[in-house]
């Protein structure tokens, strides 16, 4: 089965970049999307299609996807971005998450 | 825009079943999907099986083939999912997410039923 392999964690300073990768076996040839989550809440869409952004998501939010590596970067990190991170993809009709990243933003 | 909303939180005994259902409102159940995702405490998301409801087929991912069954019932617009044969490492926080298929993502998401599993 697929898998998809992200950092335990991260830490960005405040107002710095923060990036999260997402690696996968030929990850590029499939679109990905990122979720974010606090705690006690279900996910938020952040990023769908390697770089599409949902309407009401900062612009601060943009991703990348290619080869085996796929890459959710957050510009200008402020302290309420500080959640857990998933990616996701679609591979042979299951959807497959991310073992998810928690950012830390000091 | 779609608002799903979950049934309440469950205690079960080790052995039993349980049914979760996810009621949703806007848009038009037939259009989208439902999936399942859960998250044990302090664990990722984990994907279960999801439904088409206009056509009634689900699938599942295969860590929980013939353990689960998600179906629909679109006079109601209602998607359940029922476990069996639980144990308490399905003790988890449980998920309905909906999307348009294909590959669109999970644009919507229930708030979660929390189902412990506890002798």
């Known amino acids: 089965s697929y898998e998809l392999t992200q950092p335990l964690s991260v830490s960005v300073a405040l107002g710095q970049t923060a990036r999260i990768t997402c690696g996968g076996n030929?990850?590029?040839?499939?679109?990905v999307h990122w979720y974010q989550q606090k705690p006690g809440q279900a996910p938020v869409l952040v990023i769908y299609?390697?770089?599409n952004r949902p309407s009401g998501i900062p612009e601060r939010f943009s991703g990348s996807n290619s080869g085996n590596t796929a890459t959710l970067t957050i510009s200008r990190a402020q302290a309420g971005d500080e959640a857990d991170y998933y990616c996701?993809?679609?591979?042979?009709?299951?959807?497959?998450f991310g073992g998810g990243t928690k950012l830390t933003v000091l | 825009q779609v608002q799903l909303v979950q049934s309440g939180a469950e205690v079960k005994k080790p052995g039993s079943s349980v049914k979760v259902s996810c009621k949703a409102s806007?848009?038009?159940?037939?259009?989208?999907?439902i999936s399942w995702v859960r998250q044990a405490p302090g664990q990722g998301l984990e994907w279960m099986g999801r439904?088409?409801?206009?056509?009634?087929?689900?699938n599942y991912a295969q860590k929980f083939q013939g353990r689960v069954t998600i179906t629909a019932d679109k006079s109601t617009s209602t998607a359940y999912m029922e476990l069996s044969s639980l144990r308490s490492e399905d003790t988890a926080v449980y998920y309905c997410?909906?999307?348009?298929?294909?590959?669109?993502?999970?644009?919507?998401w229930g708030q979660g039923t929390l189902v412990t599993v506890s002798s």
């Open positions: 997410a909906s999307d348009y298929g294909g590959n669109s993502p999970f644009e919507y």
């Open positions: 806007g848009g038009t159940f037939s259009s989208y999907t």
């Open positions: 439904i088409i409801p206009i056509l009634g087929i689900a």
């Open positions: 030929n990850i590029g040839s499939k679109n």
């Open positions: 299609r390697d770089s």
């Open positions: 996701q993809v679609w591979d042979s009709s299951t959807w497959v």
